[in-house]
């Protein structure tokens, strides 16, 4: 059965720093763009970062300077690297596979596989 499961979210002070990782398991998900969005309490579900199979990337302008996102293909493994982290970035963390252009496919919809969520809160 195809997996994709979060880890790595936590509590951390303004200003600090984690590392979400996204495992897949089972077969090839088929997609060519994995993405991390988030989801704060009564918000729609916010696009973050995504990487394509040629490791190109796209992040929101909300976190560019702060966030990384990369990925280690022999592990199936995507990372969200996040600094500077501020009580704006309290979310849970979702990793998504879809198919589309690293440019232009930011929409949830547009991601058929979906992980359960790792929360992330960020204390003032």
């Known amino acids: 059965q195809s997996r994709l499961v979060e880890s790595g979210g936590g509590l951390v002070r303004t200003g600090e720093s984690l590392r979400l990782s996204c495992a897949a398991s089972?077969?090839?998900?088929?997609?060519?763009?994995w993405a991390w969005f988030r989801q704060a309490p009564d918000e729609d579900r916010e696009f973050v970062a995504a990487i394509d199979l040629s490791d190109a990337t796209n992040l929101a302008d909300s976190v560019k300077g702060r966030f990384t996102i990369s990925r280690d293909s022999a592990q199936n493994t995507m990372y969200l690297q996040m600094n500077n982290l501020s009580p704006t970035d309290t979310a849970v963390y979702f990793c998504?596979?879809?198919?589309?252009?690293?440019?232009?496919?930011?929409?949830?919809?547009?991601?058929?596989?979906w992980g359960q969520g790792t929360q992330v809160t960020v204390s003032s």
């Open positions: 089972g077969y090839s998900f088929g997609g060519n763009i």
């Open positions: 998504a596979v879809g198919i589309g252009n690293i440019r232009t496919t930011t929409s949830p919809h547009s991601f058929p596989s």
